[in-house]
C-alpha cells in the first residue's frame, strides 16, 4: 500500500499518555482499531482525526506516500 504510518501510532499515543486500556476505557478508540494499528494497516478519517486530536498533530505527521516499486517485467 503506497500509504503508510510513518511512526508507530501505538507508542506515540502511549508516550502521550493513552494506553491501550485507557484508549479502550474511555472509548476513545475501539479494539478492532487498535488491532488495525497494531498491524500497520488502513483506519477511517474519523479514527486518523482522533489521533490528530490525542497527539496534536497534522496527518502528515502520523502518514506518508511511498512510490511502490513496479516489478521490471523483461520479455
Same mark, same amino acid.
Given at each position: 500500500?503506497?500509504? !503508510? ?18 484508549? !479502550? ?10 488491532? !488495525?494499528? !497494531? ?37
Amino acid at each position: 500500500m503506497p500509504i !503508510r504510518y510513518k511512526i508507530n501510532v501505538l507508542a506515540a499515543l502511549k508516550e502521550a499518555g493513552y494506553s491501550s486500556t485507557r484508549l !479502550r476505557n474511555d472509548k476513545l478508540i475501539g479494539e478492532a482499531t487498535i488491532q !488495525r494499528l !497494531r498491524h500497520n494497516q488502513s483506519v477511517s478519517y474519523d479514527v486518523l482525526a482522533k489521533i490528530c486530536e490525542l497527539l496534536k498533530c497534522q496527518p502528515g505527521d502520523i502518514l506518508e506516500y511511498v512510490e511502490e516499486q513496479q516489478e521490471n517485467t523483461a520479455e
